[in-house]
């Protein structure tokens, strides 16, 4: 018997059985909701057809599409736990034919771009002592960001308890809560001494639980607070903005740990990707690097 509130019991499971994150969850109640209000109260019982019209309608409604696919997918999702709950006897989405999402290449870095990026970052600053520390701040933040490949939500908010006394690994908590362990090169051993001793010695930080304290509501240096601070540094070193963000650099990490040998299922683990197809697009990436180099730089390349 299908639940009063179907979608509800959907997104329930989710949370419960995969640790889905709220803004997983959002997404799949959005894409879900517009097949309700194109379905009817009875939805949940849709058939095959009606799924078909509802795709058509999407794409005459102009939407692209990656966002027609993920649409797709949500309805595959929720219709096969439907058929796992017994609300159905047949799953209407199995042999759906979607548009397919057009994969997009990562926006990446050169390994020169990303050096110039850190070298804005380490440069001393001048003037007060809260200039000096937030510039420090920012220098560990980065040089975290290029050497670890976390995202940006896990960096801002590291409990300062994962680095004390100066670890060679450092245990991350990821999407849907799950850990992993994370090596720390030398180099951002070091930073991350210097910025602790700092860190350390302001009173108005002595309490954060975070390894980068803010006055602000989230206690933690924000997502959007890091995208502005990228943004200047790519500024700072000749880089166009636009180009760059805090994800660029985790882009970056991957991209050239693969160009210098590593393999996927590492890259895969360092990253904390659950399905290795994630994992895969940088060896297309870097497939597109290599023949930019050859059409560029190779002397018959002009014709």
Sequence with gaps: MVPRDPLRAFLEALQAERGAAANTLAAYARDLQDLAEFAGADWAQADRGTLEAWLSDLEARGLGQATRA????????????????????????????????????????????????????????????????????????????????????????????????????????????????VPLSPPAREMLAAWLSHRDATP??????????????????????????????AAAAGIEPARVSPHTLRHAFATHLLAHGADLRSIQQLLGHADLSTTEIYTHVLDARLRELVLTHHPLAGG
């Design 70 to 181: 993920r649409r797709l997918s949500a309805a595959r999702q929720f219709y096969r736990f439907a058929l796992s709950e017994g609300w159905r006897e047949d799953d209407p989405a199995a042999r759906l034919s979607g548009p397919g999402a057009a994969r997009r290449l990562p926006k990446t870095l050169t390994e020169a771009e990303a050096e110039a990026l850190m070298t804005a970052a380490r440069r001393p600053a001048r003037g007060t002592e809260a200039g000096k520390r937030d510039a420090l701040r920012l220098a560990c933040l980065m040089e975290l960001l290029y050497a670890t490949g976390l995202r940006v939500s896990e960096l801002v908010s590291l409990p300062v308890a994962a680095v004390r006394g100066d670890p060679r690994m450092i245990l991350v908590r990821g999407k849907g809560g799950k850990e992993r362990m």
């Design 204 to 233: 108005a930080w002595k309490g954060s639980a975070f390894l980068f304290p803010s006055p602000g509501k989230a206690g933690h240096v924000t997502r959007q607070r890091m995208w502005q601070l990228v943004q200047g540094l």
